[in-house]
Nanobody, 124 residues
Framework: QVQLVESGGGLVQAGDSLRLACAASGRTFSNYAMAWFRQAPGKERAFVAAISRSGGSTYNVDSVKGRFTISRDNAKNTVYLQMNSLKPEDTAVYYC?????????????????WGQGTQVTVSS
């Protein structure tokens, strides 16, 4: 089973960019579809983006389309979230998650493994 460690969060201004990374331990990373979720204070954890095992298919929530891009490097056991044109409403703790099987990308209960999260704060 893989373990996930996120990095790359920080404090930025509106309009800036950040790239989050999620490094996975273990040798079975390519067996997992990966996703990014975020949780703002007082809100439920929400789906942001997902990527298939091979990286050939990606899915984004409407609010980040055109701004965020998910990608993965199976040789490096890492999934990324490139975030451009950041807005204050993007402020949240960002989590990466892994699953072997599921039917709905946005359902948190379909993910088997979670990272500890990384804080992203966007000031106006």
């Amino acid at each position: 089973q893989v373990q996930l460690v996120e990095s790359g969060g920080g404090l930025v201004q509106a309009g800036d960019s950040l790239r989050l990374a999620c490094a996975a331990s273990g040798r079975t990373f390519s067996n997992y579809a990966m996703a990014w979720f975020r949780q703002a204070p007082g809100k439920e954890r929400a789906f942001v983006a997902a990527i298939s095992r091979s990286g050939g298919s990606t899915y984004n929530v409407d609010s980040v389309k055109g701004r965020f891009t998910i990608s993965r490097d199976n040789a490096k056991n890492t999934v990324y979230l490139q975030m451009n044109s950041l807005k204050p409403e993007d402020t949240a703790v960002y989590y990466c998650a892994a699953r072997t099987y599921g039917t709905t990308w946005s359902r948190t209960d379909e993910y088997d493994i979670w990272g500890q999260g990384t804080q992203v704060t966007v000031s106006s």
